[in-house]
């Protein structure tokens, strides 16, 4: 399941729900991945834009291929802007053993990383600045710039 | 009509363009200066469908996205 909230996450609310969840299907592993913006140099806050059309299709990719392992994914991002030292996104793996588990939640953050239609800005004294150093090409860029 | 629309931090209002095809796009958006810098680094997505080609042909209402590079988390 993806959820999209308007700024910072409740870590702990998201994070009870999904645990009683997936106890109650019989999962034998849980495992989360929780990014918290960090106080770095005159950084406020992250602010996200998010394309949900695209964002769900990719979820629903990841969630096909984690079926196909007997797994399951959940995913909790935010919109707008999200102060240091609280979390911006969250993502899980439940699977009945660990070793699937394990394995997911490391191609699911990083595919995450290179592929998900979300656009990071820094927040430096109320203004939103694009982290474009930060940010990766989507596979296939660049195909407009083609003669 | 096409409906051309520009993502996060592109911060363009989006265009109607009389195009055939996704070749006709990328001719029509290398005209404009502001966007030049973009296109090296965007994906394409035709109808919320990312795409690897500019054989792509368009008809009447449909939608052009242009995504620039990303950063979740």
Same mark, same amino acid.
């Given at each position: 399941m993806l959820e999209l909230y308007l700024g910072q %996450?409740?870590?702990?609310?998201?994070?009870l729900r999904w645990r009683k969840?997936?106890?109650?299907?019989?999962?034998?592993?849980?495992?989360?991945?929780?990014?918290?913006?960090? /106080?770095?140099?005159?950084?406020? /806050?992250l602010s996200f834009d998010v394309y949900e059309p695209i964002l769900t299709q990719w979820f629903e990719e990841w969630q096909q291929k984690a079926k196909a392992k007997?797994?399951? %994914?959940?995913m909790a991002h935010s919109i707008g802007n999200v102060p240091?030292?609280?979390?911006?996104?969250?993502?899980?793996?439940?699977?009945?053993?660990?070793?699937?588990a394990l394995e997911l939640i490391e191609e699911f953050v990083e595919d995450f990383k290179a592929n998900a239609p979300i656009w990071k800005y820094d927040v430096i004294a109320g203004k939103r600045r694009y982290a474009r150093e930060r940010s990766h090409?989507?596979?296939?860029?660049? %195909? %407009? /710039?083609?003669? | 009509m096409v409906q051309v629309e520009f993502l996060g931090p592109i911060g363009k209002k989006p265009i109607l363009l009389e195009v055939k095809n996704l070749k006709d796009v990328a001719k029509e958006l290398q005209k404009d200066k502001e966007l030049q810098k973009w296109l090296n680094e965007c994906a394409v997505a035709v109808n919320d469908r990312l795409v690897q080609s500019l054989d792509v042909e368009l008809k009447e209402g449909d939608k052009v996205t242009l995504l620039p590079p990303v950063c979740g988390g």
């Open positions: %996450l409740d870590v702990d609310k998201i994070f969840w997936g106890e109650r299907k019989n999962y034998g592993a849980f495992i989360t991945f929780i990014g918290t913006v960090r /106080a770095e140099e005159d950084i406020e /806050a007997g797994a399951y %994914l959940m240091v030292h609280t979390s911006s996104y969250m993502a899980a793996v439940f699977s009945p053993k660990r070793r699937v090409k989507i596979v296939g860029s660049g %195909l %407009l /710039a083609s003669k | -």
